[in-house]
Structure formats: structure tokens, C-alpha cells
């Protein structure tokens, strides 16, 4: 069974740089592609990017100028940086799997932008 | 980028009554060559993360009760549960992956009458 599991600060600084890191375990990484989502309390769900385990990327171009998402298959991981943070990028941080559908999730991980 | 719509915003529906969700997208999501449409549903309940539903707009994912069902083709779609329980209470969300950004409704709100 693939479990995701998300890891990062929890509180970072406006203008800063929000680092997450996205451990897959129960399978390798060396397929799929890997998604972030975001979701801000109380709110839907937004679609950030997504990696190949090549390394190929694909951004949301309403993020895209602040965001980059890395792979690293020897630790079976995969991260995501998003640059310039403000208190509109505070949200609970989804990793998943990525099929097109979104098959397997982490349990989200809580970011909160303040000074 | 392909705006999805969900309605309603909230239901109420008594155990053991069908739930009815609909989902509206501003472009087709039937991909012609394969016949497929790029349309999930996701079931979100309180503190945890989005549970996979429904892939391929009527494909059930593993696991998932036969009383969950999806329909519609292009783009108009519909979730059905079939008999509430309790447990099926939580938001649910449709997201079209039939390109990128994917992008998610609105979400529906389920609860019990």
C-alpha cells in the first residue's frame, strides 16, 4: 500500500521561501507522476504542480513564477518550494500520487504565513 | 483553465435516500480518441485528506462502496449515492484531469436530514 507523508515547517515568514517535502513509502517513485495541492482552511482545493520522476515538471501558471518541485529517487522523495510567500499561501499542503486522477494522498500538512 | 461547477452548494439528504451531485465544466472533457472522459470525484470528511472516489467519471476506485456511482459524458456529471449512511457524510469535490491546471469544483457539502 503507497503512503505519502508530508514534512516541512509549519509556520514561515511573509516573503520567505515555504520548503515541503513529500517521503513515498509502499512503492517506488520511479513512476507516476507526483502532485502538490493545496487547500487554505476552509476552502476548496487548488492544484500546484506536479514531477515526473525524469524530473519533468508542470506548474499551475497562477503559480508557476513562484514555484519549483524537485525529485530525489534515491530517498524516494519529492519537494516543493514556493517562493515570495504571503498570507494567502497559508493552506494545509497535499502531496499525491498522480494518475491524472488523484489516487493516493498524504494527510496534508498545515503552512502558516505570519511574521 | 477549465472552470468546474458544482451544484448545489450544500444538500441534505435522510439515511437510507439517494444523493444526487452534479458537476459542470466550461469545455468538454471527453478526450475523442479514447473515448474517455478526464473527470474524478473525491469525498473529503473532516480533518482527513480527499479520499478517491470515482476516476474515468464512472470507474469506482478499490474499496469504494457499490452505493457510490458516477454518470455523464462531455461536460455534464453527475455523483449518486445510492442509499445515505452516516458515514458518507463529508464534502465532495469533482476535478477534471483533462488538462492542466487540473482544477477542482467548488465542493458540495453532504449532510444528514
Known amino acids: 500500500q503507497v503512503q505519502l507523508q508530508e514534512s516541512g515547517p509549519g509556520l514561515v515568514k511573509p516573503s520567505e521561501t515555504l520548503s515541503l517535502t513529500c517521503t513515498v513509502s509502499g512503492g517506488s517513485i520511479s513512476s507516476y507522476h507526483w502532485s502538490w495541492i493545496r487547500q487554505p482552511p476552509g476552502k476548496g482545493l487548488e492544484w500546484i504542480g506536479y514531477?515526473?520522476?525524469?524530473?519533468?515538471?508542470n506548474y499551475n501558471p497562477s503559480l508557476k513564477s513562484r514555484v519549483t518541485i524537485s525529485v530525489d529517487t534515491s530517498k524516494n522523495q519529492f519537494s516543493l518550494k514556493l517562493s515570495s510567500v504571503t498570507a494567502a499561501d497559508t493552506a494545509l499542503y497535499y502531496c499525491?500520487?498522480?494518475?491524472?486522477?488523484?489516487?493516493?494522498w498524504g494527510q496534508g500538512t498545515l503552512v502558516t504565513v505570519s511574521s | 483553465d477549465i472552470v468546474m461547477t458544482q451544484s448545489p452548494d450544500s444538500l441534505a439528504v435522510s439515511l437510507g435516500e439517494r444523493a444526487t451531485i452534479n458537476c459542470k465544466s466550461s469545455?468538454?472533457?471527453?478526450?475523442?480518441?479514447?473515448?474517455?472522459?478526464?473527470l474524478a470525484w473525491y469525498q473529503q470528511k473532516a480533518g482527513q485528506p480527499p479520499k478517491l472516489l470515482i476516476y474515468?467519471?464512472?470507474t469506482r476506485e478499490s474499496g469504494v462502496p457499490d452505493r457510490f456511482s458516477g454518470s455523464g459524458s462531455g461536460t455534464d456529471f453527475t455523483l449518486t449515492i445510492s442509499s445515505l449512511q452516516a458515514e458518507d457524510v463529508a464534502v465532495y469535490y469533482c476535478?477534471?484531469?483533462?488538462?492542466?491546471?487540473?482544477?477542482f469544483g467548488q465542493g458540495t457539502k453532504l449532510e444528514i436530514k
Open positions: 469545455q468538454s472533457v471527453l478526450y475523442s480518441s479514447n473515448n474517455k472522459n478526464y
Open positions: 514531477i515526473y520522476y525524469s524530473g519533468s515538471t
Open positions: 499525491a500520487r498522480d494518475q491524472g486522477y488523484l489516487g493516493y
Open positions: 474515468w467519471a464512472s
Open positions: 476535478q477534471q484531469y483533462y488538462n492542466t491546471p487540473y482544477t
